[in-house]
T-cell receptor, first 110, second 115 residues
Framework: RKEVEQDPGPFNVPEGATVAFNCTYS??????FFWYRQDCRKEPKLLMS???SGNEDGRFTAQLNRASQYISLLIRDSKLSDSATYLC???????????FGDGTTLTVKP | DTGVSQDPRHKITKRGQNVTFRCDPI?????LYWYRQTLGQGPEFLTY????????KSRLLSDRFSAERPKGSFSTLEIQRTEQGDSAMYLC?????????????FGPGTRLTVL
């Protein structure tokens, strides 16, 4: 079993839809969590950090559930430009590194 | 541009040759990471530096891979005796860790093709 798992999708949604992605992690010592966006053949770009209390940035909401060991990303009012692969990353201070999931692909259609 | 830069952006080599990649991190960042990414997979951790010290190296990394970060600034990743399985995107990221928060910023990557 991978340390960080994501549903690969693809998620195909119409413009304006709300879509949610989950990411589960197996190492309970994980300490901080992130969502990255990666466009085709480009580098990952930090989308948002995930705080314990949950956090929102415009149409994007991230939540953390430590008890169940998962993080989520909610995208409201999807835009065509949201089409990308969304990677979650889990950072462990003891190991000193982040582990990435394999990403969830989102396609937003007109 | 003050982001992470990598050079070269593309490298095609023949099996058995040595290749070296360079990464220049964001100037105030003290941490530098190397990852490898293949199609359909997330970035796979290779190694990281805190300033000039190499603190962690993936067990998946064979002895053919070596990385350096002299003076805690730019870093190089060398692959000796390349194999076709080394074909991948090699990504560098840097961060200025604050407590448990380690927001990493990636460079554009070096795409390696081993023929």
């Amino acid at each position: 079993r991978k340390e960080v798992e994501q549903d690969p999708g693809p998620f195909n949604v119409p413009e304006g839809a709300t879509v949610a992605f989950n990411c589960t992690y197996s190492n309970s010592a994980s300490q901080s969590f992130f969502w990255y966006r990666q466009d085709c053949r480009k580098e990952p770009k930090l989308l948002m950090s995930v705080y314990s209390s949950g956090n929102e940035d415009g149409r994007f909401t991230a939540q953390l559930n430590r008890a169940s060991q998962y993080i989520s990303l909610l995208i409201r009012d999807s835009k065509l430009s949201d089409s990308a692969t969304y990677l979650c990353a889990v950072y462990n201070t003891n190991a000193g590194k982040s582990t990435f999931g394999d990403g969830t692909t989102l396609t937003v259609k007109p | 541009d003050t982001g992470v830069s990598q050079d070269p952006r593309h490298k095609i080599t023949k099996r058995g040759q040595n290749v070296t990649f360079r990464c220049d991190p964001i100037s105030e960042h003290n941490r530098l990471y190397w990852y490898r990414q293949t199609l359909g997979q997330g970035p796979e951790f290779l190694t990281y530096f805190q300033n000039e010290a190499q603190l962690e190296k993936s067990r998946l990394l064979s002895d053919r891979f070596s990385a350096e970060r002299p003076k805690g600034s730019f870093s190089t990743l060398e692959i000796q005796r390349t194999e076709q399985g080394d074909s991948a995107m090699y990504l560098c990221a840097s961060s200025q860790r604050a407590g448990v928060w380690d927001e990493q910023f990636f460079g554009p990557g070096t795409r390696l093709t081993v023929l």
